[in-house]
């Protein structure tokens, strides 16, 4: 009979190893449940066996292997997840596993519940990958476009420290909290970009609906139409008459924008810029390292080692500039520095931000006091994201007075003139 071994954790946390003499690896994985412990790891003793679930096979031909390449890699696509979808599957795997359901009866059970944006599809591999001797962290590897590294470290430090559901649990929180931002941030954003819309309809509107008949009352009157009007008419004929020249600058701007922007130099360029801004630049440094006092606040407080925190949280960061910064400070943690001293030698980083972490480091609660900083950032978030709102609404009605005050002065200054030159 085939021998299986096996790593697994009892309720306690504590490891144990052993060996079995079992049929197939599922059988293997029952036992060890009914036994009451957690399984890490099933591997088959035998010298050169081959792991279940890399896809059913036929006389020793891997059957995905016959399909083309661009089908495997359709079947194999899922969307990505929004925060709040996969805060939502988080909390439902975290409260199955906290009423004590076995791993692969809580994945089975995930099945059946409905997650917007996570497809039963995502448990039932899951499922199968652990049913085949697979941790959870190594099964959700396998699906990166829905579980991020951040993701799949903290489910391995939870696996390893023999505390999932509450590393589940608080990763729920995590992804909550970050979502609760975007949609704060996004609310700000739609009422101005709703008035530059309906700004740019309306504008287009009068140069092609509108403005053609009034050239037509200017073409009879015999007078020198004054500047802002001659303005007026050549933007009215570009409309009309070369709009396929407008639509072409339009599209040439958006390819060496978007160009621009893929670029290193001009990635980093706008990341530089998007700080600087008036207003808006305060928003932006807010939420950024806001992200990054959570991001890493969360990681090393699941037990995620602070080189692997690091390197996770500069990929989650999508500041070119953040990044960077914490490239370097990696660097000189690997050589032995604190953290709070490449942090404070960046000159990007707050010196708040850079205290705190002095002060977590001497006390031996890094994680406390990114968190705190988190709540902090998060808190001066809401107040600045408020601050614009009401600096937008003011700025956005005056450059609308503007354009209609000009509209206007265009077409009634021949007016004028005109009831001038017949006194």
Same mark, same amino acid.
């Given at each position: 009979?085939?021998?299986?071994?096996?790593?697994?954790?009892?309720?306690?946390?504590?490891?144990?190893?052993?060996?079995?003499?079992?049929?197939?690896?599922?059988?293997?994985?029952? !036992?060890?449940?009914?036994?009451?412990?957690?399984?890490?790891?099933?591997?088959?003793?035998?010298?050169?066996?081959?792991?279940?679930?890399?896809?059913?096979?036929?006389?020793? =031909?891997?059957?995905?292997?016959?399909?083309?390449?661009?089908?495997?890699? !359709?079947?194999?696509?899922?969307?990505?997840?929004?925060?709040?979808? %996969?805060?939502?599957?988080? /909390?439902?795997?975290?409260?199955?596993?906290?009423?004590?359901?076995?791993?692969?009866?809580?994945?089975?059970?995930?099945?059946?519940?409905?997650?917007?944006?996570?497809?039963?599809?995502?448990?039932?591999?899951?499922? !199968?990958?652990?049913?085949?001797?697979?941790?959870?962290?190594?099964?959700?590897?396998?699906?990166?476009?829905?579980? /991020?590294?951040?993701? =799949?470290?903290?489910?391995?430090?939870?696996?390893?420290?023999?505390?999932?559901?509450?590393? *589940?649990?608080?990763?729920? @929180?995590?992804?909550?909290?970050?979502?609760?931002?975007?949609?704060?941030?996004?609310?700000?954003? @739609?009422?101005?970009?709703?008035?530059?819309?309906?700004?740019?309809? +309306?504008?287009?509107?009068?140069?092609?609906?509108?403005?053609?008949?009034?050239?037509?009352?200017?073409?009879?009157?015999?007078?020198?139409?004054?500047?802002?009007?001659?303005?007026? @008419?050549? *933007?009215?004929?570009?409309?009309?008459?070369?709009?396929?020249?407008?639509?072409?600058?339009? =599209?040439?701007?958006? &390819?060496?924008?978007?160009?621009?922007?893929?670029?290193?130099?001009?990635?980093?360029?706008?990341?530089?810029?998007?700080?600087?801004?008036?207003?808006?630049?305060?928003?932006?440094?807010?939420?950024?390292?806001?992200?990054?006092?959570? /991001? %890493?606040?969360?990681? %090393?407080?699941?037990?995620?080692?602070?080189?692997?925190?690091?390197?996770?949280?500069?990929?989650?960061?999508?500041?070119?500039?953040?990044?960077?910064?914490?490239?370097?400070?990696?660097?000189?943690?690997?050589?032995?520095?604190?953290?709070? !001293?490449?942090?404070?030698?960046?000159?990007?980083?707050?010196?708040?931000?850079?205290?705190?972490?002095?002060?977590?480091?001497?006390?031996?609660?890094?994680?406390?006091?990114?968190?705190?900083?988190?709540?902090?950032?998060?808190?001066?978030?809401?107040?600045? +994201?408020?601050?614009?709102?009401? %600096?937008?609404?003011?700025?956005?009605?005056?450059?609308?007075? &503007?354009? =209609?005050?000009?509209?206007?002065?265009?077409?009634?200054?021949?007016?004028?003139?005109?009831?001038?030159?017949?006194?």
């Amino acid at each position: 009979m085939p021998q299986f071994s096996y790593k697994a954790r009892k309720r306690s946390g504590e490891l144990v190893e052993g060996v079995l003499e079992v049929p197939d690896r599922s059988a293997a994985l029952a !036992q060890i449940q009914r036994s009451g412990f957690f399984p890490l790891a099933v591997t088959d003793v035998k010298a050169g066996a081959t792991p279940a679930g890399q896809g059913a096979t036929k006389d020793g =031909v891997n059957l995905m292997s016959l399909l083309p390449q661009s089908l495997r890699e !359709q079947m194999s696509q899922k969307r990505k997840p929004k925060l709040q979808e %996969l805060a939502t599957f988080t /909390t439902q795997l975290a409260n199955l596993l906290n009423s004590g359901m076995p791993l692969t009866v809580a994945l089975t059970s995930m099945t059946h519940l409905q997650t917007k944006g996570i497809p039963a599809e995502v448990s039932r591999e899951l499922k !199968q990958e652990v049913t085949e001797g697979r941790s959870l962290s190594d099964a959700m590897t396998r699906q990166p476009r829905i579980f /991020t590294d951040l993701y =799949v470290n903290m489910v391995r430090a939870g696996e390893s420290s023999g505390s999932l559901v509450p590393v *589940l649990r608080r990763m729920a @929180i995590h992804f909550q909290q970050f979502a609760e931002v975007q949609a704060k941030f996004k609310s700000a954003m @739609i009422y101005p970009a709703m008035v530059i819309c309906v700004g740019i309809l +309306l504008v287009t509107f009068f140069m092609t609906v509108m403005m053609p008949k009034f050239i037509e009352i200017f073409n009879g009157f015999n007078i020198e139409l004054p500047l802002p009007t001659r303005f007026l @008419i050549g *933007l009215s004929t570009l409309f009309t008459s070369y709009w396929w020249l407008l639509v072409s600058m339009v =599209v040439a701007v958006i &390819i060496v924008f978007k160009r621009f922007q893929s670029s290193a130099a001009g990635g980093r360029k706008l990341d530089e810029w998007s700080m600087k801004l008036p207003v808006f630049g305060n928003v932006v440094q807010i939420n950024l390292f806001g992200q990054f006092a959570r /991001t %890493l606040g969360t990681l %090393l407080q699941n037990g995620v080692p602070v080189l692997s925190a690091l390197k996770i949280t500069e990929q989650v960061m999508s500041n070119r500039l953040i990044r960077e910064a914490i490239a370097k400070t990696r660097e000189a943690v690997t050589d032995g520095k604190t953290l709070a !001293q490449p942090l404070a030698q960046s000159k990007l980083f707050p010196q708040l931000m850079v205290d705190l972490v002095r002060i977590g480091e001497d006390t031996g609660d890094v994680p406390g006091a990114l968190n705190n900083l988190a709540d902090t950032y998060e808190g001066e978030l809401q107040i600045a +994201l408020r601050v614009m709102s009401d %600096l937008i609404g003011p700025v956005l009605i005056i450059v609308m007075a &503007i354009i =209609v005050g000009f509209l206007l002065m265009s077409i009634f200054l021949p007016l004028f003139k005109l009831i001038s030159s017949i006194h």
